[in-house]
């Protein structure tokens, strides 16, 4: 009888979670079933808090994007250039900057779309991390650790919340280039390893293999039906081995993706008005615009994390010789950027979207390389929230009149965390995992929510 109830639950959970479009509607039926263990897993877990966000779309820009010459704009750096300061000279940003939104936001024309919807973004202009080398700095700002690899953030939330659509992953990674440390920045560690990043290669097949060979359904349901009963079977003799359970939990995902990626990463469903909108085209999945176009249809079918990587580690942002170089980079993100928001928005999914984007760290107010560059800066710099219960039109932290240090309320990396945590619901204090003998969490033993910048 035990096991007959427990197939009908989990017949119950597939059936629920491809319809569950997000989290809306079958959302508290899933985590009951997730409450009666027959939802695997990665079955949806309610959090430590209320929350309004429930999925995480994190835009990581490769190499160290300049707040000096986007976001964080400071008249005396404009007043005083070339001055020497010290054994350095200063360098003014080269763009012209104007007031957007409501509240006079200044921002270069660098972003003049995001400029648009300035007013749903919530900035932090005072984060600084641990490293100023890109490998290590890569690896703090996504996994809260600068010297070994360790859990990522968006296994930490997988880890935390589930997934609400077992027949995706739960965390997708969209990067055309290895970044940084590789896969290793959107590894699970030593979390259980269905919690780490599925990476798609942006363009005509982003996930080669997904097809069936059985053309039957028939068939194919008794070939599932006859793989469910082995795997049950083989764990049933060995309880408690997390790396076999993790292993059946990849082969149900991998089946589930043969269902639903095709249809999820075709963005030629898309009406022509939404393909203008991100800048992308039906036929061509592997420009930005397309990425994030594929981030919302994701997010909308179930999928609680998605991570986008910008560029590579070579000709991304590191602008040493010369900070023209961020104008071409600036306008790959810029309006698919924006248009992610106006649609999330649009669709009423941008309050249970939670938007972060960041650097490693940010660039120098002095000149580096060449009178024309910028070197890497980890002591003040800009990253930024939107959606997800992130206060909106608000900035948190001032930097000083060159934007070198932070002047009012510094906001260190594990802070970020531990408020992006905060925001999905999370404990960061609480959100841990034994290994090795001891407790582990992403913001170690360091990290205090910012409640200023929560709505």
């Known amino acids: 009888m035990m096991s007959q109830n427990v197939i009908d639950r989990r017949g119950f959970l597939a059936r629920s979670a491809g319809a569950a479009l997000g989290g809306l509607g079958l959302y508290g039926d899933l985590v009951r079933a997730a409450a009666l263990q027959g939802g695997g897993p990665l079955a949806p877990k309610p959090g430590h808090f209320p929350s309004k966000a429930k999925h995480l779309i994190l835009f990581f820009m490769t190499g160290g994007m300049s707040h000096l010459d986007t976001f964080d704009y400071k008249p005396k750096l404009q007043a005083d250039h070339d001055k020497g300061v010290g054994k350095r000279k200063v360098m003014a940003s080269p ?57 990522s953030l968006g296994s930490w939330v997988s880890y935390g919340l589930g997934t609400l659509n077992h027949n995706l992953p739960s965390f997708v990674v969209l990067a ?4 940084y440390n590789g896969f290793q920045v959107w590894d699970s560690s030593f979390l259980p390893a269905f919690h780490k990043g599925v990476r798609v290669i942006p363009g005509p097949d982003p996930l080669p293999n997904v097809k069936s060979p059985v053309v039957s359904t028939t068939r194919r349901e008794l070939e599932s039906l006859m793989l469910r009963d082995l795997n049950e079977s083989h764990a049933a003799r060995r309880a408690g081995d997390e790396a076999l359970a993790a292993r059946s939990s990849s082969f149900e995902t991998a089946q589930g993706l043969m269902r639903e990626a095709p249809e999820a990463f075709d963005i030629g469903k898309e009406p022509e008005h939404i393909l203008n909108l991100y800048g992308a085209k039906a036929n061509d999945r592997s420009s930005f615009g397309a990425q994030c176009l594929i981030a919302r249809r994701l997010i909308e079918r179930g999928v609680r994390v998605v991570e986008l ?142 409640d200023a910048v929560i709505a």
């Open 309 to 450: 990587f910008d560029v590579g580690s070579n000709t991304n942002w590191d602008s040493h010789n010369d900070i023209e170089d961020h104008r071409k980079l600036a306008r790959n993100v810029d309006r698919p950027l924006a248009a992610l928001v106006k649609d999330l928005r649009s669709r009423g999914l941008l309050d249970e979207t939670l938007i972060v984007g960041c650097s490693e760290f940010g660039r120098t107010p002095w000149q580096d390389l060449t009178p024309k560059g910028r070197g890497h800066h980890s002591q003040c710099f800009t990253c930024f929230l939107a959606g997800g219960g992130a206060k909106r039109g608000f900035d948190y932290g001032v930097s000083d009149h060159y934007g070198d240090k932070p002047a009012e309320n510094p906001m260190h990396v594990h802070d970020m965390h531990a408020t992006i945590l905060r925001l999905m619901g999370l404990d960061h204090e609480r959100l841990t995992y034994r290994y090795s003998g001891r407790d582990f969490r992403l913001t170690d033993v360091y990290g205090n929510v910012v």
């Open 176 to 179: 055309a280039k290895d970044p």
């Open 95 to 151: 763009y012209a900057w104007k007031t957007y939104g409501k509240r006079g936001k200044m921002v270069s024309e660098l972003f003049a779309e995001v400029g648009s919807v300035i007013d749903e973004f919530c900035f932090l202009h005072t984060i600084h991390g641990d490293s100023a080398g890109h490998s290590a700095a890569t690896l703090g700002m996504l996994t809260g650790s600068v010297t070994i690899p360790m859990p």
